[in-house]
């Protein structure tokens, strides 16, 4: 378990350090000058190895659950970060998702936190997604509706619209098959028949919403035909931060490579969205491939390495309480 939580926490944190210097390029500036390895300054002009608010708000999310879970401990965790710099990369906030500032703010002033996420179709960004991972490791052993509502409740912090709470659970039950060992391509098909046929039995949201999601799910609709998602070209992918988008881009990332490596980099190279397309892609790539898989410079350069390690050691051993 510790090994899992280690690979998928440097995982994430590498890609998101991968994306913060060219965070807001186009695809098209990327393809003239493309990601390789880790750079410095850039966008937010932050040294090489420097992780953005998605891993901060991940770190911060399995804090809180190394003592249990509880609603109220992540939002605080949250306020922490934006009002105190906890868990930052060098003491400083310096980007933060207008639908998480929202958030946060709410709550601060007394908003129950599973109320205090955007409700609107436009609160869909990406700022749930980016950080739900560490709640895998905690929900693996729970029946699939307990696990929904979890999914559901942290999501809601911030991202409290169905679409951002099912792309966080879609997200979620993936990487729990990729824990289970399985070959990435079973473990999709796993997943999608396993969400469908939690959707098709209860009353989640209307079949409109989920029709959202069918290149995800390689439903049909209508006469639509259906495409497998990691057989889409390139130009098919969004890096947009639209949280769709993102769970679309590193749900492709990750299927249409074969190393760690490769499918960061592929991430990041979509351009937009960087950090985060990265984040999400690296936990998934992180939890899948051996650690020999990311490459040892990355791993050097990343800043807070021994931290992330021991909070991955402190957050398998509360586990197993």
């Not at 958030?103 to 739900?132: C, H, Q, V, W, Y």
């Not at 046929?197 to 009353?203: D, S, Y």
């Not at 937009?272 to 899948?288: I, K, Q, R, S």
């Amino acid at each position: 378990m510790k090994k899992k939580i280690e690979k998928t926490f440097l995982g994430l944190a590498i890609g998101d350090a991968l994306g913060v210097p060219v965070e807001f390029k186009s695809r098209f500036e990327l393809q003239q000058n493309p990601v390789k390895t880790m750079r410095e300054f850039g966008s937010h002009h932050q040294p090489r190895g420097t992780w953005s608010d998605d891993s901060s708000l991940t770190f911060c999310l399995a804090e809180s659950l190394c003592k249990g879970y509880n609603t109220k401990t992540i939002a605080a965790n949250f306020m922490r970060w934006y009002s105190e710099n906890y868990w930052t990369a060098h003491g400083e906030v310096f980007d933060i998702g207008i639908a998480t500032s929202k958030a946060i703010d709410s709550f601060a002033k007394g908003t129950p936190p599973t109320l205090a996420g955007g409700t609107g179709e436009f609160d869909n960004g990406n700022g749930s997604l980016m950080r739900i991972s560490p709640l895998v490791f905690y929900i693996k052993d729970m029946p699939i509706e307990e696990r929904f509502q979890k999914v559901k409740e942290v999501s809601s912090i911030t991202h409290a619209h169905i679409r951002s709470v099912l792309s966080c659970f879609i997200y979620v039950e993936f990487m729990l098959e990729l824990f289970n060992g399985i070959d990435k391509f079973e473990a999709y098909k796993s997943m999608q028949l396993t969400v469908n046929k939690f959707l098709n039995e209860n009353a989640i949201c209307s079949q409109k919403e989920i029709d959202n999601f069918h290149r995800v799910f390689e439903n049909p609709i209508g006469d639509y035909t259906v495409e497998r998602l990691y057989e889409l070209d390139e130009k098919q992918i969004s890096g947009s931060g639209y949280v769709l988008n993102t769970l679309e881009a590193s749900l492709w990332t990750f299927l249409t490579t074969d190393s760690y490596a490769d499918a960061v980099l592929k991430a990041v190279n979509l351009g937009e969205d960087t950090d985060t397309t990265a984040c999400v892609t690296g936990a998934l790539a992180g939890l899948y491939y051996e650690e020999e898989s990311i490459p040892k410079s990355w791993l050097n350069d990343l800043v807070k390495r021994e931290e992330i390690i021991d909070l991955s050691y402190r957050f398998s051993k509360s586990l197993e309480r």
